[in-house]
């Protein structure tokens, strides 16, 4: 490429990778190009060059996507909150249901990616119940998508109203520098920021799981999110989280066949799992966006329960982590990405997996 940084070049999109970014090739070097639509032509300015790859800001789209929109919020394109208010929210649902199945491909080496249709959410805008805000002098909001430098946000167009007039009580009042929660109410560990796709995501999992499972292991468990929700159906409940407090709230709320486990997954998994018999029983895996430690998946390995339904919100250490599963012992039945963040570059996704052994005579989802 010979356009060093700062010259303008033309370019075709044909993708858009995982974090939001077009992929645009020029003379032979992949481009990245932020707030674009694979299909589309652009002019773009080169900010970085690398040996394998460039990146550039939008100049102009040349020829537009069909499925190119105007912008709901007025901070689109500096904020770097939101990476897809440009695009038509059928087509991101597709997009990243796209990126999904290329990094299980791609970085878990998955010849075949058993692949369901997104779910969407029900409010494409006005549906986060928190969002983290930043305060410096007179300035409060976000970063900017390409620098650490902040912009200052009066009302934030994906979060709900509750959220929004925190927001605006925070700019009036006399607060120092520093980081903001903003919660519709007040909690004390992490809840999904989406509630209507919160609870798509708990009546999908509910539906993966196989008739005479009769043990849930809920690893990662919060205050209990799954392991309160589907303990109607199981006879025993176990969950493991190191966050005491979210412990003693789920403690406080469980049913008579729930317990929790305090402490850390990758050393209390182990002995919960010996603990129980491994056919009849169903683990989810829900831990942040870093994956499983090796650990954890080991002691996994080892014990052997009957299906595992991993929720993630990276695709590339679900990835990484399902490659390990699946070398010899478990078989994925479906991957399906949930929409917990519209506009945004996120994706949540739940891949359910069964003993390979058992493939045969458990039948399709």
Do not use: W
């Amino acid at each position: 490429m010979s356009n060093p940084p700062g010259e303008s070049i033309q370019l075709p999109i044909h993708d858009v990778a995982f974090g939001g970014k077009g992929v645009g090739r020029y003379e032979g070097l992949a481009v990245f190009v932020p707030f674009v639509i694979a299909g589309e032509s652009v002019t773009a300015r080169v900010t970085r060059r690398k040996k394998k790859f460039a990146e550039a800001e939008l100049i102009s789209v040349d020829e537009a996507s069909p499925d190119r929109v105007e912008a709901r919020c007025r901070y689109f394109g500096g904020c770097g909150g939101c990476a897809y208010q440009h695009i038509r929210y059928g087509r991101q649902l597709e997009m990243k249901g796209a990126q999904v199945e290329q990094s299980l491909r791609r970085l878990g080496h998955f010849a075949e990616v058993p692949m369901r249709a997104a779910i969407g959410s029900p409010n494409e805008y006005g549906y986060r119940n928190r969002i983290r805000v930043h305060a410096q002098g007179q300035t409060v909001g976000f970063f900017r998508h390409d620098r650490h430098e902040l912009i200052d946000i009066e009302q934030c167009p994906i979060a709900t109203g509750a959220v929004n007039r925190q927001l605006a009580a925070l700019r009036r009042s006399g607060r120092e520098d520093g980081d903001y929660i903003l919660s519709g109410e007040r909690r004390e560990y992490f809840v999904q920021t989406n509630d209507a796709v919160a609870s798509a995501l708990l009546d999908h999992v509910r539906g993966l799981v196989a008739p005479g499972s009769k043990t849930l292991i809920d690893a990662y468990s919060g205050a209990g999110f799954f392991a309160r929700e589907l303990a109607p159906g199981f006879e025993r409940v176990i969950g493991i989280e190191e966050n005491e407090r979210a412990v003693e709230y789920a403690r406080r709320l469980a049913a008579p066949n729930e317990s929790y486990v305090a402490g850390d997954v990758a050393i209390r998994l182990g002995e919960v799992l010996a603990s129980v018999p491994a056919g009849e029983t169903c683990l989810i895996l829900d831990p942040p966006a870093a994956g499983a430690e090796g650990r954890v998946l080991e002691l996994i390995l080892g014990a052997g329960p009957a299906e595992i339904i991993y929720v993630s919100c990276d695709p590339a250490t679900l990835a990484r982590d399902l490659e390990i599963l699946c070398r010899a012992t478990y078989k994925p039945r479906s991957v399906t990405p949930l929409d917990m963040f519209p506009q945004t570059a996120e994706i949540e996704v739940v891949a359910h997996l069964r003993l390979s052994e058992t493939e045969a005579l458990d039948g399709p989802d």
